[in-house]
């Protein structure tokens, strides 16, 4: 019998990371050759996150959106076409997830998509991200819900229930694998930190405001030290680095290799961020987290207690950084497994005994149960735009 051949494809950082341990598993799976498809440019640090394997495709500069898409499209095709894919994986709600998805569809190789199902039911919020996983959903034979929450979400929109697994998320297996592997970024004084990241979309036009208030956080506490790992978008270091470079508690870092920034993160007090990521991570490494958006599509750790939503607004989130910050870190351990709503560390077996299953070469999986979730998690209906 031939080997089916999966491709597995991403794009941005947190996509590399959450799709290496997704590689990695099927890779253990008798009769199938997994394969990857990137785009990228060429110089981009996301290529210290791959697996090793066939790197397909590059995207060598930074184009808009619509040119991405543009893009992104018939290169996909073509290198599917070349690659003889029987199967696709893309993750999450990126363009290109969606454009990768697509591009599948209309060489008409099945998708399965990883990280399923999460909505926000705003479509300006995350932008454009929450609209890219609803179209990816459109095209998506398969679709790996991380939480039972992700799998109503998508019942409601219509999907079948032989189409979803409730697998986890793969963030959290990645996050077990890395986790102790890493050491605190060089030259931080001890602790203790409050991890930031900033750099969402829909945050640019008030970062210069948001860096306002941590440094204003930072000069109420001179005692602790704020750690923030700058994306590499020049629009986000241009509104950051003038209002914080010169505050002597906060420390202005390149990005950091993912390992190190689980170290950062674990050894922190309170994170303080508006990643979709570090709010899993958050959750599983049982630090608090505030996350600086208006929604959020990951509601499961607000109910488990370690997520909250805080807004953008500047007097809100100092109060609630110094309440926090002065109560201390409650948790100084992980959250146990069995009680983490985001994952168990066996997402990605999962979905590769999914895939396996679809390509007829093994038994359905079970979907993951996860910890019993309240009824504040129940799924909305319908996406504003
Ligand atoms: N991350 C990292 N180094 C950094 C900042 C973030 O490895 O300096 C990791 C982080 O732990 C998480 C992912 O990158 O796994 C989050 O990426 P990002 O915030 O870009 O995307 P989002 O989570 O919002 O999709």
Redesign the pocket.
């Known amino acids: 019998m031939s080997q089916k051949r999966v491709v597995v494809s991403f794009g941005?950082?947190?996509e590399a990371?959450?799709m290496a341990p997704v590689y990695r598993a099927l890779e253990r799976v008798a009769g199938i050759d997994p394969l990857l498809l990137v785009t990228l440019d060429e110089g981009d640090p996301v290529r210290g996150?791959l697996p090793s394997g066939t790197v397909a495709g590059v995207i060598d500069d930074r184009p808009s959106c619509t040119e991405l898409v543009e893009r992104i499209l018939p290169e996909a095709a073509r290198h599917l076409r070349e690659m003889r894919a029987t199967y696709v994986l893309v993750q999450?709600?990126t363009l290109s997830t969606f454009a990768i998805a697509w591009a599948a569809f209309l060489e008409r190789v099945p998708v399965g998509h990883v990280e399923a199902g999460l909505r926000s039911y705003d479509a300006r919020e995350?932008f454009p991200?929450e609209v890219n996983r609803c179209l990816t959903a459109v095209v998506a034979d398969l679709h790996f819900a991380p939480t039972r929450l992700a799998r109503e979400n998508l019942l409601q929109e219509g999907k079948s229930p032989e189409s979803i697994f409730v697998t986890g998320q793969t963030?959290v297996d990645?996050?077990l694998c890395a986790a102790g592997q890493g050491t605190l970024p060089d030259n931080l004084p001890p602790g203790p930190y409050v991890t930031i990241?900033l750099?969402?979309r829909e945050n640019w036009p008030r970062l210069a405001e948001l860096a306002g208030v941590i440094r204003r956080a930072a000069d109420q506490n001179p005692g602790v030290t704020f750690v923030y790992?700058v994306?590499l978008n020049p629009i986000v270091r241009e509104a950051v680095w003038p209002v914080l470079s010169d505050v002597e508690n906060v420390f202005l870092?390149?990005?950091?290799?993912?390992s190190?920034?689980?170290a950062l993160?674990e050894a922190s007090q309170l994170i303080v961020?508006?990643?979709?990521?570090?709010?899993e991570?958050g959750t599983t490494l049982g630090v608090p987290v505030m996350i600086v958006r208006n929604v959020t599509e990951r509601p499961e750790g607000i109910e488990q207690g370690t997520l909250r939503l805080v807004g953008t607004d500047s007097d809100e989130l100092l109060e609630t950084m110094s309440i926090a910050l002065s109560a201390g870190r409650e948790s100084d351990g992980r959250t146990p497994l069995s009680m983490n709503p985001y994952g168990d560390g066996q997402a990605s077996a999962r979905i590769a005994r999914a895939v396996a299953w679809r390509l007829g070469l093994g038994s359905r999986p079970a979907d993951w149960e996860g910890p019993e979730m309240a009824e504040t998690t129940e799924p909305r209906s319908r996406l504003h735009v």
């Open positions: 941005t950082r947190p990371i959450k996150y999450g709600d995350p991200e963030g990645a996050l990241t750099h969402r790992p994306h870092l390149e990005p950091l290799e993912y190190s920034m689980i993160m961020t508006d990643s979709g990521g570090l709010q991570e």
